[in-house]
């Protein structure tokens, strides 16, 4: 079950990649916690430390990974 979560989500964020890198940024799953619901993920190269990267992963990859899959219910940003 917890394998095919962490596919899932991967199959996002791989739709999500190629838009975070025309900014020179990325992000990777770190965990999915299935009591919660959250989406623990962590940002990469220039998204780290970019005032709108908490912008792009709540408007942004949040929203596209509660779309796709409504078990999340947030996603949280580690560093």
Do not use: W, Y
């Amino acid at each position: 079950m917890e394998q095919e979560m962490n596919e899932r989500i991967e199959a996002v964020l791989t739709q999500i990649r190629p838009a975070l890198r025309m900014d020179g940024g990325g992000i990777e799953l770190v965990k999915f916690d299935p009591v919660t619901g959250a989406a623990h993920v962590r940002l990469q190269g220039a998204c780290v430390g970019c005032p709108m990267s908490q912008i792009t992963l709540k408007m942004g990859v949040e929203a596209a990974l509660q779309d796709a899959i409504p078990e999340i219910t947030e996603v949280i940003s580690v560093e």
